[in-house]
């Protein structure tokens, strides 16, 4: 098996890629058993490993539709989902919801995670294999990520407090991802 052969299911870049997806799932779990610091160790192990998949993409010419929808996939479960769960999850354990302020929160992050699905969709309909845009439309999904972890932050430490203040916060994260704002690409 050749790492570096781009028509190989598991080169190099798309291993990366794989790991990114093990850090996300693995995170996921570790929110559920409140284990949020080796969560949140994990989700910048993503970010890194997401940095890391396309450099090497590019410089061993592994690019591949193959391992941008794989990318995407990745994003989607390392930088949509996973920060959406821990976000919900630790306001959850870090201030007293009612049921009403619970409920809300659930339908945010639901059309949290809908959002985030939709930017990477649209921006895989923009792109060609091998191709970087000079700048992202839209704030990226990992950059999302960093917001959420922002708010989870400000939750831990009781700046924040309110359900209702981290809901109004995420659902301008949720907007901004669809937004014609322009991010240069790094």
């Known amino acids: 098996m050749n790492l570096f052969d781009k028509h190989n299911r598991f080169n190099i870049a798309n291993l990366i890629t ?3 997806i093990a850090c996300g799932v693995i995170a996921m779990y570790l929110i559920q058993q409140n284990n949020f610091f080796v969560a949140i160790v994990l989700a910048w192990i993503a970010g890194a490993l ?8 590019r410089k061993y010419n592994l690019s ?36 009403i302020e619970e409920a809300l929160l659930g339908i945010v992050f639901i059309w949290y995670i809908i959002s985030g699905l939709r930017r990477l969709v649209e921006f895989n ?4 294999a091998g191709e970087v845009a000079k700048y992202f439309e839209g704030i990226p999904t990992p950059l ?18 309110s359900g209702y203040l981290v809901a109004v916060v995420v659902l301008a994260v949720a907007w901004s991802l669809n937004s014609t704002i322009k991010i240069p690409h790094p």
């Open 64 to 99: 591949t539709e193959f391992g941008i929808q794989l990318d995407s996939f990745a994003d989607f479960l390392s930088f949509v989902v996973m920060p959406a769960f821990l976000l919900f999850y630790a306001v959850r354990h870090y201030t007293t919801l009612s049921g």
């Open 18 to 20: 794989f790991g990114n």
């Open 144 to 161: 999302g990520a960093i917001l959420l972890w922002l708010v989870y932050l400000m939750v831990s430490y009781g700046i924040i407090t």
């Open 125 to 128: 309909l923009k792109v060609d």
């Open 50 to 57: 997401d940095i890391a998949d396309g450099k090497v993409a």
